[in-house]
C-alpha cells in the first residue's frame, strides 16, 4: 500500500490505488479530499456549559468562519451525521465523552484519580477537550462519505447552530451501536476473512482499553509526585524565615535554593505529563474507542448476516401467495448486506492503515518529547548543580589561598 | 489523515488559572519552554554571586577543618552497596595548609577567641577514619535470633591498636555504645549523635522468618542507618577518641551485653519518667517553691542573669523551630518517596500492557515496536525504583538524622540547666551552711564550729566545682554549636549535590532509552 500524504494543514487523504478499485457506489474513485480545516479553540466556561470556538478555513476558496459552539451542539451533529447517511458498514468516528464542567464532579473525579487523601485537585482540562472535539471534526471531514454532509457544512460554517429537532438526543448512541439482539452477534460469520476480523476486534478493544488505562494511572502517578514537589518546595521555603543571626542564615539560604530547584522538577514532570497526554494518552484513548466503534460495525454487518439468511429461509418456506413479498424482502436484505460487506472491506482497509500511521506518529512524537524534556531538565540540573558545587569549592579556595 | 496534536493554542478562560505549558510539539509555540525558569536561575545566582563573598572569609578556617572526616562519610557512604549515589571526592586539605595560627573572631555571642577550637580541630584532621558496616547475617533461630554486622574500620589514629580491623557487631552493642558515650560526655556539653530505632516490627519479622533473608528492605535501611552513626561518631573530635568507641571498633569477640538497651526495659521506662519529670519541673516553673533547695523559678530568675543568657535563649528557640521545620520537610520528602514508588509500579504494569498489546498486534513492525516500548518501560521502572532509593537515602534518611541529631542538642541544652540547678542548689546550701555557723556563733557552741567550718570548706568546694562544671558546659555548647551549624551547612550542601547528581543521571539514563527507541518507530511503515 502506498503511505497516504499527510500534509501538516490537515490537506489531503488520498485513497490507495487497491481501494480505488473497489468503488462502492459505482463510478471510480477518487481521491477525497477533505474541504475544510478546523480547530477548536478557547474553551470558556458560562456557569455550566463550555462555549468553544470553532474556526474553519475552506481549502477550496480560503474562506474562513469563526463560530460558537457547546458541546451539546457537536452531540446533535454527531447525531445527524449517523442518521443523514448510510452507516452500516462505516466504522464511524467516536465521539467525545461529555466533558466534567461541574466543580463538584471536577472534584470527585480529582479524588478518583489521585487518591482521596490529596489535598491538590487536578485543574480543569477543557483544553484536552478542544483537543478531543477538534480531532472528532477532523476524523469526520476526513471520511469520503461524512465529509460531505450537508449537516457538517452547517455546523462549521453558520453562525447559529443547527436547530435540533424533536429528536431525543440521549438515545442516539443506542441507534449507533444499533438495537442488536445479543443472539444475533455470536453468529458464524459466512466469510472467513470477516469472522477473522470480529475475533480479532474483541481481543483488540481489551488489549487497548487495557493499556489506556494503566497508561492512566502513570500519569496520575506522574502528577502525585508533581504535587509532593510543589509541597517540597514550600517546605523548603519556610527555613527562611527562621533565623535572625546572619551566620547562622547560611544552612537556612541552601535549602531555599533549593526549593527552587525542586520547582524546576516540578515543572518539568508537568510539561511531562502534558506531553504525555497528548501523545499517546490521546491515541490510546480515542483508538479505544475506535476499536469499540469498529466492532459496532462488525455487529451491524452480522445482523444484516443474519437479517439475509433469515429471509431466505422465509423465502424458501414462503406458499405462493407470500412468495412475492418474501423476494422482495429478500432482495432488500441481501443488498443491505452486501453493500454492508463492501463498504466494510474499504472501511477497515482504511482503518488499519490510518491506525498504524497514527500510532507511528503517536509514538514518535512520545519519543521525541520524552528526549527534549529530559535533556532540559538535565541542563536545568546541571546548572544548579554548578551553584552548590561552586558554593563548596569557594569556602575550600579561600581557605586555601589563606595560606 | 490528520496530524496529532494541534491542539495548542486552548487557553483556558475559568478560574484564573495558568495556561497549560505549551505543548513541545506544537510548531506554532515551538519555544524552549524552559527557557523562563533560565532566565530566573541565571539572576539568582548573579544575585548570590555578590553576597557570598562576606562571610566566606570568616568562616574559612572552620570549614577547612572538617574536610576530612567528612571525606570518610562520603567515601564509607560510597561503600556502602545498592546506593546509586555518586559522591564526589572533595579535593583533600593536608593538615600542613592549616597552620596553628588562629584568627581571632569577634561574634555577636560574645565568644572572644577560638583557639582551641581550631587546636582540636587540626588534631583530629591529622588522622582519618573509615568506616563500613556490610554483610548482615541472622544468628540463631526463633525468638533468640537476632542481626549480626561486620564492622569494618580503617584509620591512623594512634589510639587504635592496628590500622585495620573487622569485628561483628549487634544492634544492641550499638545502642550500648551510644548510652556509654552519654554517660561520659553529655555532661561536657557535647552533642552525640543518637543510635537508629528501635523496631519491634522490624526485629520480629526477622526473627519470624525462616529464611536467610538477609536482603530484606529493612534489614538494608537499618545496616545503612546503623553506618551513618557511626560515621557521625567519628568525625567528632572528642568522641573519635573515647575508649567505649575505640572498643567497639577493635574489640575482638562479643561486647558484654547491654542491659538496658531493650524496647520496654526498666531503666528505659525510668528514663522516660525521669525526662518527662524535668520538663514538667521546666513547666511549672511559675508554681510556688518546692521542697528542693532551689525552685525552678529561682534557677530561671538566676540563668537570666548569667552570661551568655541571651545567646542561650536565641539559640534555644532557633532550635525548636529547626526541629519542626526538619520534621515537617522530612514528612514532605517521605510522600515523594512513597509517590515515587507508587509511579515505578504503574509503569511496569504499563510496561506488562504493552507487551501484550504487541502481541495481538497482526501488523508485525508495529508488534515489534510495541514489544520495544514494553522492554524500555520495563528499564525506567527500574529506573523509577532507583530514584525512590536516592529519595530516601539521600533526603529522607538523611533529614530524619538531623532531626535526631537535633533532639541530641535539645538535651545537651537541658544538661546545661540541669547542672546550673546543682550548682545553685550547692550555693543555697553553702549559705544554709555559713548561716548554721553564724547561729553557732551567737549561741557560743564553740565545740562545733570546727565541725561547721569544715562543712563550709567542704560545700565552698562544691560550689566552685560545680560552678566551673557549669561554665564548662556552656563554653563547650558553644562550640559544639558552632561546629553543629558549620556541619548541617556541609552536609546539606553534599546532600543536595549528591541528589542532583542522581537526578542528573537518571535523565541521561532516560534519554538513552529513548534515543534508542525513538529510531524504531520511524521503521513501522
Known sequence: MDSPNISENDGKFERSSSEASTPSNGGSYEPFHTKYAVKVTEPIKDVDVVNYTVKTTRISDGADFSVRRKYEDFEYLHHCLITQNKIDGIIIPPFPPKPVVETKELENQSKRQLGSASKVLSGDEFHKDCHGLEKYLKLVLFHPTLGQSSCLEAFLTQKEPPAKSKARLGFFNKFVSGVLESRKIGHTDIDEFFQKERDSANTSVTAIQEISSNFSKVLYSQQRISNAYAHLSTTLGIFNAASNNEEDDEGNKILVKFAETVDDLKHGIDVDITNDEDTLGFHFDLYGRYAESLKEMLNRRTCLLVNYEDSNRVLDKAKPAKKAAAEEAKVIAEKAFEDCSEVARIELAAFKHQRLLAFQEALRLHAEAKIKVAHDMHALLAKSLVYFKQLENSRQQHATTMY | ?525
Not at chain 2, 580503617?154 to 552493642?173: A, G
Not at chain 2, 560515621?231 to 551485653?257: I, M, N, W, Y
Open chain 2, 1 to 525: 489523515m490528520a496530524t496529532v496534536g494541534s491542539g495548542g493554542d486552548c487557553s483556558i478562560g475559568s478560574g484564573g488559572r495558568d495556561p497549560p505549558p505549551p505543548l513541545l510539539f506544537d510548531e506554532e509555540n515551538e519555544e524552549d519552554m524552559f527557557s523562563s525558569s533560565h532566565e530566573s536561575l541565571k539572576v539568582n545566582q548573579m544575585d548570590h554571586g555578590e553576597e557570598k563573598d562576606d562571610d566566606i572569609f570568616a568562616e574559612a578556617k572552620e570549614e577547612l577543618s572538617l574536610d576530612s572526616p567528612e571525606n570518610d562519610w562520603s567515601q564509607s557512604t560510597a561503600k556502602t552497596e545498592g546506593l546509586p549515589q555518586k559522591v564526589a571526592v572533595l579535593p583533600s586539605v593536608t593538615a600542613a595548609s592549616v597552620t596553628s595560627q588562629s584568627l581571632p573572631k569577634q561574634p555577636k555571642n560574645g565568644v572572644k577567641d577560638i583557639s582551641d577550637d581550631l587546636d582540636e580541630e587540626e588534631e583530629a584532621n591529622k588522622y582519618s577514619i573509615e568506616i563500613s558496616v556490610t554483610d548482615p547475617k541472622k544468628i540463631g533461630d526463633g525468638m533468640n535470633a537476632y542481626m549480626a554486622y561486620k564492622v569494618i574500620t580503617k584509620t591512623n589514629i594512634p589510639d587504635f591498636r592496628n590500622s585495620e580491623m573487622e569485628v561483628y557487631r549487634r544492634f544492641s552493642d550499638f545502642l550500648g555504645l551510644h548510652e556509654k558515650l552519654v554517660e561520659k560526655h553529655l555532661h561536657q556539653g557535647r552533642i552525640i549523635p543518637p543510635p537508629p530505632e528501635k523496631s519491634v516490627i522490624g526485629m520480629t519479622k526477622i526473627k519470624m522468618s525462616k529464611e536467610e533473608s538477609s536482603s530484606t528492605e529493612f534489614v538494608e535501611q537499618r545496616r545503612a542507618a546503623l553506618e551513618r552513626f557511626l560515621c557521625c561518631v567519628a568525625k567528632h573530635p572528642a568522641l573519635q577518641t573515647d575508649p567505649s568507641f575505640v572498643d567497639f571498633l577493635e574489640l575482638e569477640g562479643d561486647l558484654p551485653r547491654a542491659t538496658s538497651t531493650s524496647a520496654l526495659s526498666g531503666a528505659g521506662v525510668l528514663r522516660l519518667f525521669n525526662r518527662v519529670g524535668d520538663s514538667l519541673g521546666k513547666m511549672t516553673y511559675k508554681m510556688d517553691e518546692s521542697d528542693q533547695n532551689l525552685s525552678w523559678s529561682c534557677v530561671i530568675y538566676y540563668l537570666q542573669c548569667s552570661e551568655d543568657y541571651e545567646w542561650f535563649e536565641e539559640k534555644q528557640q532557633q532550635v525548636e523551630s529547626l526541629d519542626i521545620q526538619l520534621k515537617k520537610l522530612h514528612s514532605s520528602i517521605e510522600t515523594l518517596v512513597i509517590n515515587r514508588k507508587e509511579l515505578a509500579q504503574n509503569t511496569g504494569l504499563f510496561a506488562n500492557s504493552a507487551a501484550a498489546l504487541g502481541s495481538v498486534e497482526e501488523h508485525t513492525s508495529l508488534s515489534r515496536v510495541l514489544s520495544q516500548l514494553a522492554e524500555v518501560e520495563d528499564k525506567i521502572d527500574l529506573l523509577h525504583v532507583n530514584q525512590a532509593d536516592s529519595d530516601y537515602y539521600i533526603l529522607s534518611e538523611f533529614v530524619k538524622d538531623y532531626v535526631g541529631l537535633i533532639q541530641a542538642v535539645k538535651d545537651v541544652f537541658h544538661e546545661r540547666v540541669k547542672l546550673y540547678k546543682a550548682w545553685k542548689d550547692d550555693e543555697a546550701t553553702l549559705t544554709k551552711k555559713r548561716e548554721a555557723k553564724v547561729r553557732l556563733e551567737l549561741t557560743h557552741k564553740a565545740d562545733k564550729i570546727g565541725s561547721a567550718n569544715q562543712e563550709i570548706a567542704e560545700w565552698e568546694h562544691r560550689v566552685e566545682k560545680s560552678q566551673e562544671e557549669f561554665q564548662a558546659i556552656s563554653k563547650s555548647i558553644i562550640k559544639e554549636l558552632k561546629r553543629f551549624e558549620r556541619q548541617r551547612l556541609k552536609d546539606f550542601r553534599r546532600a543536595i549535590i549528591s541528589y542532583l547528581e542522581s537526578l542528573m543521571e537518571n535523565q541521561q539514563q532516560l534519554i538513552k532509552y529513548w534515543e534508542t527507541f525513538l529510531p524504531e518507530t520511524k521503521a513501522i511503515a
